[in-house]
């Protein structure tokens, strides 16, 4: 009998665009070598433009699903996406604390790409209190970053020091933090991975031309599959990154908005690479 390949359950919304969300989940997860299970916590109604809709279920449902698959499957890691309603973070808060020994990523989605508000004051205090405090590695760009680790002192969040916000982030109880600085003014994208000692990595990574509804979802993503792959949380980081950067240059752009990332950008090398190698029947001629 073969042996099942490792299993990664992610909390997120649907995104009938497939840029973002559980379709963007399942797709990075499985391009990975992993299987990927899915517990739906909202229904949007998005395009690549920008999210005009969310309709959160009730928590009881996600519940349910949760415990369905759990009870069922052995987990490797978990992904946590957007989520709803305060309800929800608290019912998964209670799932997920069952399961100290699984990793769990998280992705804090407080805003579209556009902007939208897809999470309230509400929402991120029970971010901040319930989640947190489980969460082995946080994702957030630098924009939520700050605004996570904002204090009502602090005045304009915008001024916040990546460096400071981190150390804020970790002291809620994550075990590390990765800060992306795609929407910071700066030649290269800086990804900074932090834990309580500090700077664990920081990497660089050259700045595309476009703007990807769903290059978070990609990245939190894939970290949680090559944890449930068994590597180390740097070895982590730095895979997904790789990963996500080459999604994001064969990127497409199927609609009026954002380009998608393209998660299976590796099937056409592979397919090209075959088609290099193919070799050439040359046929006998006939006396």
């Excluded at 519940?63 to 929800?88: C, N, T, W, Y």
């Excluded at 973070?89 to 100290?100: G, L, Q």
């Excluded at 990574?205 to 068994?230: D, K, M, P």
Aim: with cysteine.
């Amino acid at each position: 009998m073969l042996q099942p390949p490792p299993i990664v359950l992610s909390f997120s919304a649907n995104d009938p665009s497939g840029g973002a969300g559980l379709q963007a989940d399942m797709l990075t997860i499985a391009s990975l070598g992993c299987h990927p299970l899915s517990v739906m916590t909202a229904i949007t109604v998005q395009d690549t433009a920008g999210v005009d809709e969310v309709m959160p279920l009730d928590s009881e449902w996600v519940v349910d699903q949760a415990r369905a698959v759990l009870e069922d499957m052995p987990v490797h890691a978990f992904k946590i996406g957007l989520l709803g309603s305060v309800e929800i973070i608290a019912a998964i808060a209670e799932v997920i604390s069952d399961y100290p020994h699984i990793p769990l990523v998280m992705d804090p989605i407080l805003t579209s790409g556009r902007g939208d508000e897809l999470a309230n004051e509400e929402m991120i205090d029970a971010m901040r209190d319930l989640l947190l405090p489980q969460v082995t590695i946080l994702t957030p760009n630098s924009l939520e970053a700050r605004h996570l680790a904002q204090l009502d002192s602090d005045g304009n969040e915008s001024r916040l020091d990546l460096n400071v916000c981190a150390h804020r982030l970790l002291d809620m109880g994550c075990g590390y933090v990765l800060i992306t600085g795609t929407h910071e003014n700066t030649a290269k994208v800086t990804n900074t991975l932090f834990d309580v000692d500090g700077i664990v990595r920081s990497d660089q990574w050259e700045r595309l031309e476009h703007t990807y509804h769903g290059s978070g979802c990609t990245l939190a993503s894939a970290i949680a599959a090559s944890l449930a792959n068994g590597l180390s949380i740097s070895e982590s980081v730095l895979e997904a990154q790789d990963y996500t950067w080459h999604t994001l240059q064969a990127g497409f752009r199927p609609g009026m908005g954002q380009y998608i990332p393209n998660r299976l950008f590796w099937v056409k090398d592979i397919a090209d690479s075959e088609d290099e190698n193919v070799n050439t029947v040359v046929e006998k001629p006939e006396n």
